[in-house]
């Protein structure tokens, strides 16, 4: 009984760890708030829709322990349960990982601006459907520390 509560734990920490919440150009975190940005202007020279890959890493753990315990319950005796569990890990670590990495995936845009100051830089920003940029549009770039982004 005790190992099904083991099995399913990880389980359901693996799907909370798969939801990403994507971050379209008009939604920002809390931590932005109240910071200065440095914002710069230019139009739009070249766009290229991407997908955005999630990582590894918490789906990858997760697997594995999950992978091991249950490798870990077949076959009989000391040898097999120790096989087993090696096997799980290894085949439940890369599971996690690409079930993680798949949830994560999400269409982008990078977009390319050539900067009123001179100079051009390339932004990549989840794609947000309530904003439609085009070649020659006027934008402006709004950074802040490694990131920035691209808004009309």
């Not at 997908?51 to 890493?57: A, K, L, T």
Request: overall charge positive; hydrophobic content about 40%.
């Amino acid at each position: 009984m005790k190992l099904k509560y083991l099995v399913c734990l990880p389980i359901a920490m693996l799907f909370a760890s798969c939801v990403q919440d994507p971050m379209p150009g008009d939604v920002y975190q809390q931590r932005y708030v109240g910071q200065a940005q440095a914002v710069s202007y230019g139009r739009v020279t070249n766009l290229r829709w991407v997908q955005i890959r999630g990582e590894h890493g918490a789906g990858t753990v997760i697997g594995a322990v999950t992978g091991g315990l249950l490798g870990s319950t077949l076959g009989r005796g000391y040898a097999a349960n120790t096989a087993g569990a090696v096997g799980g890990t290894l085949v439940g670590g890369v599971v996690g990982g690409q079930v993680e990495q798949a949830a994560g995936t999400r269409p982008g845009i990078e977009i390319t601006v050539g900067l009123n100051e001179g100079g051009t830089i390339a932004v990549l920003q989840d794609a947000n459907p309530r904003e439609v940029f085009s070649v020659g549009d006027r934008v402006r770039v709004v950074s802040s520390g490694p990131g920035a982004r691209v808004s009309h």
